[in-house]
């Protein structure tokens, strides 16, 4: 087993990017020293702006980052992708893997793309998230993006770890997702109507102006009153509207400080608290033991299974808690 | 506040839907008496077969569910169906309401219909879904349908929840969903191409025998081999495809002793540790107090906000644990 080199810190400070694959690596790995390094890299971060963009499957996300991605490059600044891809529930493995465009970035070292999978953890977004944007952070990419696909938990999960937020619609896909765009409305910093040049592309424009209009956006507790999401309608496919989305993040970059402020204390909040939570969920699951060892669980489990004991009394049985 | 009536497990047992709708309502909403009352029915319940049906936004899951529902109504069953829609991050409501569809067989009292908000909790499905499930079982419903959307977690959740599981897509959702869909392959039962009258549909079936012929099945640890899925092309819309796919269901609720024993033996293990996993992340939130009073853990949240200190040492110092 590889054990992450002692000067692994020092080398991603300086912006050493194998360094910083190896700690992503290392972290996701949980492999001796990786976490020490996480922390050293911590405080060295903090300047990146950092982008979520998120939407259902099929409205053409991937292109649209890469799109952003080449116009970053059309700068000369440099900027990271986090894609957080949905995993194999059994064998772990990240369904998309290394994807075609990574091989069009790279040969330009000004361009980062590290795939993370879920591996069916609880919660939308992977565990490796936030330490891979740490890292990166640290090794001074001013533009971060972290791509997620799907719909519900992940799209909540971004909103908390991002500095603005894409959601990614397109035309076509049914009633079920105008609903969802109820919720989108909600998070969207930057609200794009993808695939702009489709047969309904219309419709989805002026749908979104009437429920952007109706919509009440609820402050977050504690933070300043935000304004409406920018609408745009973009082809990724043909780079139509990708000029203007750079726009809307770059103006939201230039946000005051205040809200700035907000928001990295509210990041910080749900941070802290996801992993105080996932500590104690780690540490509950591995108090009760396996469903494989003689042992109580393993006679509880015949118990719930034969529907003489339910499960509540169960879990409350296991950890010695009553309510 | 409503306090839920003593005799409502009773009547929930004796198949009084008004009860049962109660009762779930209750459960949602953690009124006094509510946990008592499913404790009292779940030994009660272990008859139902419950199918899970889950795919990408916009394939036309709905549909589908309620075609199924018609057709198990057609033969006299009756059936119940969960519907866990995405929520709104902020306010908590669910999106997609009372559905149009309820209204259909709004006057048939062997349909009864759910929709729970996932209420933006960690994992993919409602808390409240077993829950509601367990309700439904007792209260003597043969046949009980999950459906999720979006792709992810709630997927994962639902192969850990249900007996059968029908997984639904649709031509012309691009390379994500087909990537998607190795992921899915391991989890359906049932294998549905919906919108089958569509461009895309001949390309899509193609698609997924190649797929299911190279595809591994790993079994569940402890549990027989599984056998492929069907794989049915329908149009829920249309009717057609249908009563293939009821088939299909009812060939599974025919399965074995031996894996019926292994599926509840499953279910068990899913739920108790959920359940554990649930109520040490609540009382660890709980003791580390809110970000909103001073103490330790708004001063933290400072540090942490302004870079000083990180998360994860953050987490460890607020629950005195480190590693």
């Known amino acids: ?25 290392a972290l996701d790995d949980d492999l001796p020293g990786a976490r020490a390094a996480l922390r050293a890299v911590y405080p060295h971060g903090g300047h990146a702006f950092i982008v979520g963009v998120t939407g259902a499957p099929g ?16 700068r000369s600044e440099r900027v990271a992708v986090v894609a957080v891809d949905p995993s194999s529930p059994f064998s ?15 040969t330009d070292d000004g361009v980062f793309i590290r795939s993370l999978a879920t591996r069916g953890q609880q919660g939308g977004l992977s565990r490796s998230t936030t330490a891979a944007v740490a890292v990166l952070d640290a090794a001074g990419f001013p ?3 972290i791509e997620t696909v799907g719909a519900g938990q992940a799209e909540i999960d971004v909103a908390d770890a991002a500095d603005a937020v894409v ?12 609903a969802l765009k109820a919720g989108l409305l909600e998070i969207a910093d930057v609200l794009v109507v993808n695939k702009g040049d489709r047969d309904g592309a219309d419709r989805a424009m ?9 919509a009440s956006r609820p402050s977050r507790p504690g933070e300043p009153p935000r304004a409406a999401p920018a609408l745009i309608r973009a082809s990724a496919t043909g780079g139509n ?13 230039a946000a005051p400080a205040d ?33 494989g060892a003689p042992g109580p669980f393993a006679s509880t489990v015949e118990e719930v299974a034969a529907r003489k004991l339910d499960p509540w009394s169960a879990a409350e049985a296991l950890t010695g808690k009553t309510r």
Do not use: C, N, W, Y
């Open 259 to 291: 809200e700035r402020a907000a928001r990295r204390r509210r990041q910080a909040v749900r941070q802290i608290t996801a992993l105080v939570g996932e500590q104690a969920r780690a540490a509950a699951s591995a108090a009760i033991g396996t469903e």
């Open 143 to 145: 533009l971060v993006f």
């Open 167 to 178: 959601v990614v619609t397109a035309p076509g896909l049914g009633d079920e997702v105008q």
């Open 241 to 253: 509207g990708v000029a203007d989305i750079m726009a809307a993040i770059d103006a939201l970059r």
């Open 1 to 25: 087993m590889a054990v992450i080199g002692a000067d692994v810190a020092d080398r991603v400070r300086a912006g050493d990017l194998v360094a910083a694959a190896a700690l992503m690596r």
């Open 59 to 74: 409205v053409g996300k991937s292109t649209l980052v890469d799109a952003l991605v080449a116009a970053a490059r059309a």
């Open 206 to 214: 002026a749908d979104l102006t009437t429920m952007l209009a109706l």
């Open 92 to 106: 772990g493995g990240a369904l998309l893997g290394d994807r075609v465009r990574m091989q069009r970035h790279a």
